[in-house]
């Protein structure tokens, strides 16, 4: 019950603090999803983390309803770190922010970032996922591992959609430009691709699926730490 009453209190505190910091970018009703995934993710992080210490592992996959798998821990464990970098990084600046004052600050800080970064996904992230499960090596080695048990399977999906992603792009780069096509027939050209995209990894690769979906959505993330990183990192990205 309090464990409830508290995701609660994190929900709302979340909502409320989204709609009044960025009031133009999400309706109620997506500011709503949002915030409920971003609380039950880390909440399940959460209680997961903590569970491990208390009782077996098993019997928390239970509690949940749903099966831990290898690619979900890793999914998540990128996810979550990426989510958590930005206040982790902001803690350190506010250490070295006396170091960092001197004429070449603004190196000192690109690499501070960067360090922090590639430490914080190499060493402390994987940390996590092999505590809560036994991977037997390193998660990113499982990863290869995990690719190349089906090369030409999971590789040919890789090309495929790499493939997609630049036809696609290209198209409706081209179609963006023309006034004459309306905002909302671009949208639905959008979930046209993603149809295709997704229906043979379904299909044929689902465990894959949610693997390469999940990288995706780290890199993009990483990508959206390092632009929103002003004067920083913009100018050695733009």
């Known amino acids: 019950m309090l464990w409830m009453l508290c995701h609660g209190l994190a929900a709302v505190k979340l909502i409320r603090h989204l709609l009044c910091t960025f009031p ?10 949002m915030t409920s995934g971003l609380v039950l993710y880390f909440g399940d992080f959460l209680a997961f983390t903590i569970a491990k210490k208390l009782i077996h592992v098993d019997l928390v996959s239970i509690s949940y309803g ?6 979900g821990i890793i999914v998540q464990g990128l996810l979550l770190g990426l989510l958590l970098f930005p206040m ?15 004429r070449d600050a603004q190196q000192r800080k690109m690499v501070l970032f ?17 505590f809560v499960h036994d991977f037997h090596q390193h998660p990113f080695l499982w990863v290869l591992t995990f690719v190349f048990s089906e090369p030409l399977k999971r590789l040919s999906l890789c090309v495929y959609w790499l493939l997609l992603i630049a036809v696609s792009v290209s198209r409706f780069y081209d179609i963006s430009r023309s006034s004459k096509v309306e905002r909302i027939l671009l949208r639905k050209y959008y979930h046209l691709m ?12 689902p465990k894959f699926l949610d693997l390469a979906f999940g990288v995706a959505l780290a890199v993009f993330v990483t990508l959206e730490i390092i632009r ?3 004067p920083l990192l ?3 990205v733009t």
């Open 66 to 71: 749903i099966t831990r798998t290898e690619t």
């Open 228 to 230: 929103v990183n002003p």
């Open 88 to 102: 982790v990084f902001r803690s350190i600046l506010h250490i070295y922010q006396i170091s960092l004052r001197m």
């Open 24 to 33: 133009s970018c999400a309706s109620i009703g997506e500011a709503l999803l």
């Open 234 to 236: 913009c100018q050695y």
């Open 114 to 130: 960067f360090v922090t970064l590639v430490y914080f996904m190499v060493v402390a992230v994987p940390s996590w996922m092999q």
């Open 194 to 205: 993603a149809v295709f995209m997704f229906l043979p990894a379904v299909v044929l690769q």
